[in-house]
């Protein structure tokens, strides 16, 4: 089984940084791509950015320019440096990968427990 932990998350003000982060553990052969999604409760998640294993980045273009997405393969880590944060950045994050098993060929989906980001005006 895998798991994905996230932290960074919490209180900012209007303009500030928090950078989140998101380990994945168990019977791990790679990591073919990682995501991270926000949620507002009563609307639907939305991707925010993703990065390919060769780091070939895409981003949500209200984020674009302000978030970075990166990835530490070694670690089978993934972050997400957030600047300049808006009161509209406030939701949960959650931390997506797209995992292959140590001897297993297929893909398997997994998501992190949710960080809350909550960006004061």
């Known amino acids: 089984q895998v798991q994905l932990v996230e932290s960074g998350g919490g209180l900012v003000e209007a303009g500030g940084s928090l950078r989140l982060s998101c380990t994945a553990s168990g019977n791990i052969f790679r990591i073919n791509n990682w995501a991270w999604y926000r949620q507002v409760p009563g609307k639907q998640r939305e991707l925010v950015a993703s990065i390919t294993h060769a780091d070939s980045a895409s981003y949500l273009p209200s984020v674009a320019g302000r978030f970075t997405i990166s990835r530490d393969n070694g670690r089978n880590t993934v972050f997400l440096q957030m600047n300049s944060l808006k009161p509209e950045d406030t939701a949960v994050y959650y931390c997506?990968?797209?995992?292959?098993?140590?001897?297993?060929?297929?893909?398997?989906?997994?998501w992190g427990q949710g960080t809350q980001v909550t960006v004061s005006p």
């Open positions: 997506n990968a797209a995992v292959a098993l140590v001897r297993d060929w297929r893909e398997y989906i997994e």
